[in-house]
């Protein structure tokens, strides 16, 4: 159902939630070591290839969810990760 300025949740933008997700776990091991970020992060991306095949998600679909989502979640990373132990981390 689309409603205002927000449209209905498909496979597609879970499985870029979770991929997005992915980086941002690895890009910031500030709770856990780096291995385990990385660890962690491999988990996830695992989420996200399992919701790819088990929803038979399009792939011109996921393509073009990553692209817009490219533009957005920026921000949203440059937002959680704006903490000072963060930053380096960046790169």
Request: hydrophobic share 45%; proline share 4%.
């Amino acid at each position: 159902m689309t409603t205002g300025n927000s449209i209905t949740e498909n496979p597609a933008q879970t499985v870029v939630f979770l991929e997005t997700l992915a980086a941002i776990v690895q890009k910031s091991p500030v709770t856990y070591s780096a291995d385990a970020a990385a660890d962690l992060a491999a988990h996830i991306r695992g989420m996200a290839e399992a919701v790819t095949t088990e929803a038979r998600v399009d792939p011109g679909i996921l393509d073009t969810t990553r692209q817009y989502a490219a533009l957005d979640w920026h921000n949203e990373i440059v937002a959680v990760l704006f903490a000072a132990e963060h930053r380096p981390g960046l790169h």
